[in-house]
């Protein structure tokens, strides 16, 4: 799968072209993701954030090591920066 997205990616520019997906199927499944990666940008600490956003990524517990739990952090705390910078500006 993974290259046949990166061959479309080499043609298109548009993220429902790449995927392979209609637009209506991504918008529909872009609006589901969103609201569910809201739930775990607002739960409020960073580590049961990012265990909360591997598990969303289908990493299974047996899976998350410390390496990934450090990384996830790393995003959470990034983004939530990023979040909060924009809403002062």
């Not at 637009?23 to 969103?34: G, S």
């Not at 299974?60 to 500006?89: A, P, T």
């Amino acid at each position: 799968m993974i290259n046949e997205v990166l061959e479309r990616a080499k043609k298109s520019k548009v993220i429902y072209e790449i995927l392979g997906l209609s637009k209506e199927e991504y918008d529909r499944l872009f609006k589901q993701y969103l609201e569910e990666f809201n739930g775990i940008i607002r739960t409020g600490r960073f580590v049961e954030a990012s265990i909360r956003l591997l598990k969303w990524l289908n990493i299974q517990d047996n899976e998350i090591d410390l390496d990934k739990l450090i990384k996830g952090v790393v995003v959470m705390k990034v983004l939530v920066h990023y979040l909060n910078k924009s809403k002062k500006s």
